[in-house]
């Protein structure tokens, strides 16, 4: 058996966060299927995932009551957005990178620079087939990371070369993580929940790094800067994210001193907030700003809104199937 799949055997014991708290509910009947979250500092931004409704295909800017206070239109039609990060000179990326059927020759990154009305397309692909993905993360460097949505072990992959506008990058498989599936946290989905990674975040500070599945969240210390070498190498720390109805999306408070979470959903979805499980690290000395972004009813019975899913996992010389299935069309 090897290394990651005995990581994510592993039952390690989850974090205790504190009680859930919810911050304010996003009442907006466009947001529906958020699937990206960050917060700004005077509130927070968010984005559906893939939708034949043009009104929801916008990035959402709201205030700290959960209210919509403006809108910024794609250029073109985005095909899959599923996350969104913030760097740390306040540029905004969102992940088109979505493929449920895995039939996508390329994906894309949008980049909405600070002041800007119109985000820029960047196309990439990937160097070993499609890959659904739908976690989103910017490190120090200010290039951007993408974590697969494969079921227990999650590709990590970055750009081979400078962002292009006028073509295509290829990607570069950086490493993996092992998703820890054995926490046994409560979730919709049951085993199947905790397998496959719905989103990421780094903390404004750079410091630490979160993905998370339907069922917890995982933090990494980052202390160098360096959020693949965090991920593919580091430990993670666990806190439960128990019976989101459909939790795809994390993101760390302005000031790092909490996760929020929020789930797809109608009808008033509440924007959660969660204590961090690793403690939050003094404040490091004054330090040159970041080089700038490259130019460029059963748990079991119900349905289950990912991609391929595990052919099979080993537990103790008896097989447990994972059986294939589809995440629904929007």
């Known amino acids: 058996m090897g290394v990651l799949l005995m990581a994510a055997l592993t039952g390690a014991p989850v974090a205790t966060a504190g009680p859930a708290e919810t911050v304010c509910r996003i009442e907006d009947d466009r947001l529906v299927e958020i699937s990206g979250l960050v917060s700004d500092g005077s509130g927070y931004v968010v984005v559906n995932d893939s939708s034949d409704d043009a009104d929801r295909r916008r990035i959402f800017f709201l205030d700290e009551d ?19 990060t913030r760097a740390a000179d306040g540029t905004l990326w969102v992940g088109d990178t979505g493929d449920n059927d895995k039939k996508r020759e390329s994906i894309a990154l949008w980049r909405l620079d600070p002041g800007s009305k119109k985000p820029e397309l960047f196309r990439l692909s990937y160097p070993d087939g499609p890959h659904d993905a739908e976690a989103l993360l910017v490190g120090a460097d200010g290039v951007p990371v993408i974590v697969t949505k494969d079921p227990l072990t999650a590709g990590v992959y970055v750009p081979d070369g400078e962002l292009r506008a006028d073509g295509t990058t290829t990607l570069r498989r950086a490493g993996a993580w092992g998703i820890p599936i054995g926490t046994g946290t409560s979730n919709p989905y049951g085993i199947r929940g905790r397998a496959v990674v719905t989103g990421g975040a780094v903390s404004a500070d750079g410091r630490r790094v979160a993905l ?9 210390d980052v202390p160098d800067g360096d959020v693949v070498r965090a991920i593919t190498e580091g430990t993670a720390t666990p806190v439960a994210l128990p019976d989101e109805p459909q939790g795809e999306s994390i993101a760390y408070s302005s000031d790092g001193t909490a996760l929020l979470t929020v789930s797809e959903g109608k009808g008033g979805v509440p924007l959660t ?58």
């Not at 959960?66 to 969104?84: F, G, H, I, N």
């Not at 998370?212 to 990494?220: L, N, V």
């Open 273 to 330: 907030r969660y204590a961090p499980a690793l403690p939050i690290p003094p404040s490091p000395s004054p330090s040159p700003s970041p080089s700038p972004v490259v130019d460029a009813t059963s748990p079991l019975d119900r349905p289950f809104p990912v991609g391929a899913m595990i052919a099979g996992i080993a537990f103790a010389g008896a097989a447990v199937t994972l059986f294939a299935m589809r995440r629904r069309h929007h």
């Open 66 to 84: 959960c209210a919509v206070t403006r809108t910024v239109k794609y250029p073109s039609e985005p095909q899959d957005t599923e996350d969104l």
């Open 212 to 220: 998370r599945t339907y069922a917890d969240a995982f933090e990494f």
